[in-house]
């Protein structure tokens, strides 16, 4: 295994024959900034190439969040880092899906924003039963178009997809298993065993089936990757405007957006 880098917004644990990717950084609800996600390109490309590792787990530290999006106190009009909106997530998005081991979403809490997107591109989600789901975009003037739109149609239904994303609504653990964006939800007490069971059996499992069987899922839908870049070009004209400098001000400001003065 190579030498782990000395992180400072995530933790990066092999426990059995599983890495463990925990954003850390409870103050802001996990939310990720541009070196959150550098650690964690780094963290999946470790998991990617040590051959003891057989599946990844990516969660959240703490009992109040999995992640939720992007840190809006370090979005100036754009965020704080590298990339085509101050984030390298398309990098991180994409690593996620082609990493040829199964992702699991160990889901310890609010999973919104990109944080949502984020269960939605792991091949498999496991809830604590008090988790939020739920999309911010068009409350905090944001999208994340693509993986977040077209893939998480996919995984809950076009009509439920576009619900959650006009609507902004939050959904509970057990309602996001009704809709299949979670594989099941369980007491915050039992997740972690609950987890550790998933890739205990991944780890005895041939991981040259795993990856053909990853790839064969990815396949199909592998097309949406070109929606979610050319989205990411459309976000950054957006992040730009009035209309969305007010959503993300609203939102640090801790007030309601007023977003009636804008129409397309
Ligand atoms: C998660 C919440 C629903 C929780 O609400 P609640 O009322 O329970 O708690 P608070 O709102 O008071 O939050 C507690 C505490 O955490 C801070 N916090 C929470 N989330 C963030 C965040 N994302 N950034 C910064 N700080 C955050 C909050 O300020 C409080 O701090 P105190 O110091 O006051 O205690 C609610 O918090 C919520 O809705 N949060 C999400 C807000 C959000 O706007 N998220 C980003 C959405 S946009 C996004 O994620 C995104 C990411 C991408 O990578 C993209 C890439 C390409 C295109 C688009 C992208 C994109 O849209």
Not at 138 to 161: H, I, M, N, Q, Y
Not at 214 to 230: E, M, T, V
Not at 231 to 240: D, E, G, P, S
Request: proline fraction near 3%; aromatic fraction near 8%; charge should be negative.
């Amino acid at each position: 295994m190579s030498k782990i880098p000395e992180f400072t917004d995530i933790l990066y644990e092999v426990k059995g024959r599983a890495a463990w990717i925990t954003i850390n950084r409870p103050k802001v609800y996990n939310a990720f900034r541009g070196q959150t996600l550098e650690e964690l390109i780094q963290a999946f490309q470790l998991a990617l190439n040590d051959k003891d590792v057989a599946s990844v787990v990516l969660t959240g530290a703490g009992e109040k969040a999995f992640c939720t999006g992007g840190d809006q106190s370090a979005h100036d009009g754009n965020y704080d880092g590298r990339g085509v909106v101050g984030l390298p997530i398309d990098e991180l998005q994409g690593l996620i899906r082609d990493i040829p081991k199964p992702v699991i979403a160990r889901v310890n809490g609010f999973a919104i924003g990109g944080g949502n997107v984020l269960v939605t591109l792991c091949d498999m989600a496991i809830a604590a039963d008090s988790a939020k789901l739920g999309q911010v975009g068009p409350k905090v003037g944001s999208f994340d178009a693509g993986w977040g739109t077209a893939l998480l149609a996919r995984v809950v239904g076009e009509k439920k997809a576009r619900e959650i994303w006009y609507l902004n609504e939050t959904y509970t653990a057990e309602e996001a298993v009704a809709m299949g964006l979670v594989n099941k939800a369980v007491p915050m007490e039992d997740l972690d065993a609950a987890v550790t069971k998933w890739t205990d059996t991944i780890g005895e499992r041939s991981p040259t089936a795993l990856a053909f069987l990853k790839r064969s899922f990815n396949a199909d839908s592998d097309s949406i990757r070109g929606i979610s870049n050319l989205a990411l070009h459309a976000v950054k004209l957006y992040y730009a405007s009035d209309e969305s400098k007010e959503g993300v001000n609203a939102f640090n400001e801790k007030r309601k957006p007023d977003f009636h003065k804008f129409t397309e």
